[in-house]
């Protein structure tokens, strides 16, 4: 966290400028931050560490919040792995290929974003539930989207399309022409240039995205309670658990599940994060 | 036309063309047109019923209320949080940044929870409040609290990195040329990085009006006193009332659209004001 020092320059908290103002603006940024997102979290900690390691361990090993931290982290995982699929394959679309509609398709992708979530909720509770356009058409066969694990998995697959597109469609247009000429001069078919050459470098900007979209995942709460059914041990994710614990007043249990959820899904990210590093050595290495 | 070296063959460019769509239709397009059917399919008659509802009235009034105090609050932080970082160098900056990004890995309902925690009946200042007879949680300050910490991050995102390629340059010249701090602020870099500010302010509106999960912990959901338009699509739906809950719901998704268009319209238009990562 230190910043190169300057040549010929003393060791200083700040390297002088001209301009003015760099003590009222850090100074203000630095306290409204600390007052509305620091302090909130700070506390959070303290409330859940008033337990200790063995309360919180015990209320994270409950078989009713230990399935629901399945349910929410299995069905995100599921979900950002799809969305790296054809995430990719529709950053793939709007970069290489010109169709028409193409600029208006590249607009709705962010359509997760800007949509309120309980909206996005009850509009996708109403196309898969039995009677909904979609749902209908699994009905007959006996099989049931909304209202199951199934349906949290279409909401979360919702949430994190964006994030996957938006990571890896930069890296797809600055990528060079000139790697896959050579490629394609060195005798390569177009199938080898692609799953060989452009896809492998992807492949970074692909983990930070699915990893985006997983977070994102794990914490969605809006877009998903009204399609889950939220039945316990089936379909009952972690932040509607809080919720519960929350109206029943029980603070600690519900801080202990939130310390438990944001621990879990900083290793996760710790891990991915770690896996990138390597995947772009060995890439860069290569 | 065949498969060259370079690209792929006519037919498989089409059929891939053909599966995107498919999938941003099944999952993006049929959503939202789901909202407008569902509202409108029993005719304009109980749509207007709804949008003269008093909760739902007040529900909209909360609502703009709301944006009007988060959005100018984390403007001014964006814009002092992207001063400091962009144009000097001091330590833990990196830090600052990272810290900056916090509120968008956190979970909505948790972070609800934490100002639960600060300012409910057993939280910390719990107590205080009581005998100040202030309340934070299960009225407006804490939905707005909530709110602000959500979309905290929005407006300082856009503006760091612009600022940060931009440089301090045109700044020195005009201090060299005897311009004031503020001044030099308001003609050099205000309009510098006027659309990537207006960027910032349309994802932070359109987040901060749809926001559901921290909103919902801390709201008590109070008809008529603390409902926003989001809670008040849960309450209408809960009641089995969806013309209702679809017609609050066509009123966010119109504010959706908006937005995206907006927000398309500067990324194909000015281009050159946002940060390189927004230019598509």
New interface residues.
Partial sequence: ???AP?MGQRFT???P??????G???G???T??SL??????I??VW?ASALGFDGIWQVATTPRVLAALEVSFVTSALAALLNAV?GT??A???V??D?P?R?L????????????????G???A??YAPN???GALFAPWGIKIAFTPAGIF?AL??IG?PFVVRTV??VL?DFE?EV??AS??LG???MQ??FRVVLPALVPALVTGVALAF?RA?????SVI?IAGNIPFVSEIA??L??TR?EE?D?AG??AI?VV??TI?FVA?LIINSVQALSRRRYEGA | MRETALSESRPLQWLLIAVAVAFLALFLVLPLAAVFVEALHRGVGPLLATYTDADTLSAIWLTLIVAAITVPLNLVFGIAAAWAIAKFEFRGKSLLISLIDLPFSVSPVVSGLTFVLLFGAKGVFGPLLDDWDIKIIFAVPGIVLATVFVTFPFIARELIPLMQEQGTAEEEAALTLGASGLRTFMTVTLPNVRWALLYGVLLCNARAMGEFGAVSVVSGHIRGLTNTMPLQVEILYNEYNFVGAFAVSALLAGLALVTLAAKSLLEWRHAEGLPTARRH
């Fill in positions: 966290m230190t910043v300057v908290f700040v390297r400028s001209a301009l003015p103002g760099f009222i603006t850090l203000f940024a630095t409204y931050l509305i997102v620091l302090l909130p979290l506390v959070l409330r054809f394959l529709v793939w679309v709007l290489r290929y169709f509609g600029r398709l590249d607009a709705a992708v962010d359509l997760p974003f800007a949509l309120p979530t309980a909206v996005a009850i509009a996708l109403a196309l909904g356009w979609i279409i697959v919702f399309l469609q930069p247009q022409c896959e000429e394609a001069t390569a078919t177009r240039t692609v977070a794990v914490g969605e709460y809006g009204f932040p509607l809080i919720v929350l007043f603070y519900a801080s939130a959820m944001l899904s990210l």
